[in-house]
């Protein structure tokens, strides 16, 4: 029997074939050692299940439901950990066990996720440190639904001065302006500029627009002194970089 299920077996009455269904025992009645947050101080985070960690945020279970069983209802809606993460408040308040005050609080933790990851890129040199920036880039743009243009400028020591939607479009397309990429350039004094979009549809083989686009803001921004380090295209679980691919 799972670790995170309990049902408490009754004694059966004299005369009864079975014992009786029993109700589902709640966390805090479980052994100690199958108890998520105990577990958590006992043993260590990676001691937990993707959807015993979860649980920790939602505390508590609705009617004859664990969190534990909340979150995994979450975890099989979303597919993944990232795209419990990038769900909106409405789609998650469409599953039963998610308020406001829940969805409130899982939204916060996705935040504090790209926040912290935010911080790590900003630390370091980004061209000595390409899995921070693919890490960041998935977790905040791999699994929109729609394609968004994000640039990442850096300044002379290629750290990261700032970070921006530049675009947002379709299921499919979305409109790029070079022009105002380059003006936003100049505004924040960057020396260098690292640009991404993502691929609803899963795939991050380039486009022949999308190779377009790369060449047409890499002259644009050469005007102006800026290099374009890369272009990454980002899916929920994969990455296509220009720049390892020797494009740039």
């Known amino acids: 029997m799972s670790a995170d299920l309990r049902l408490v077996q009754p004694a059966a009455a004299p005369g009864d074939g079975a014992p009786a269904i029993a ?52 975890l099989l809606r979303f597919g993944s950990l990232r795209g419990v993460l990038d769900a909106s408040e409405a789609e998650l308040r469409e599953l039963r066990g998610i308020g406001p005050a829940r969805a409130a609080t899982l939204i916060a933790v996705s935040e504090l996720c790209r926040r912290a990851l935010a911080e790590k890129a900003r630390d370091r040199e980004l061209l000595n440190a390409p899995g921070a920036v693919e890490d960041y880039l998935r977790l905040l743009i791999g699994t929109r639904p729609y394609e ?21 479009g379709s299921l499919t397309r979305v409109a790029v302006y070079p022009r105002e990429i380059v003006r936003r350039a100049l505004a924040l004094n960057a020396a260098g500029l690292i640009v991404a979009h993502n691929h609803p549809s899963g795939g991050v083989e380039p486009s ?41």
Request: aromatic share 8%; hydrophobic share 50%.
């Open 148 to 168: 968004v243009f994000i640039c990442l400028y850096l300044d002379a020591r290629h750290q990261l001065l700032h970070v921006e939607e530049s675009a947002r």
């Open 23 to 74: 109700p589902l025992m709640p966390i805090r009645k479980w052994a100690r050692a199958d108890r998520p947050r105990e577990r958590l101080l006992d043993t260590g985070p990676a001691s937990l299940s993707d959807a015993e960690l979860f649980a920790l945020f939602l505390r508590t279970g609705v009617m004859g439901v664990t969190a534990v069983d909340v979150a995994r209802q979450l």
């Open 208 to 248: 022949a627009n999308d190779r377009r686009l790369t060449k047409t803001l890499q002259d644009a921004l050469t005007l102006i002194d800026v290099r374009l380090l890369d272009h990454i295209v980002v899916a929920a679980n994969d990455v296509f970089s220009f720049a390892r691919h020797g494009w740039l």
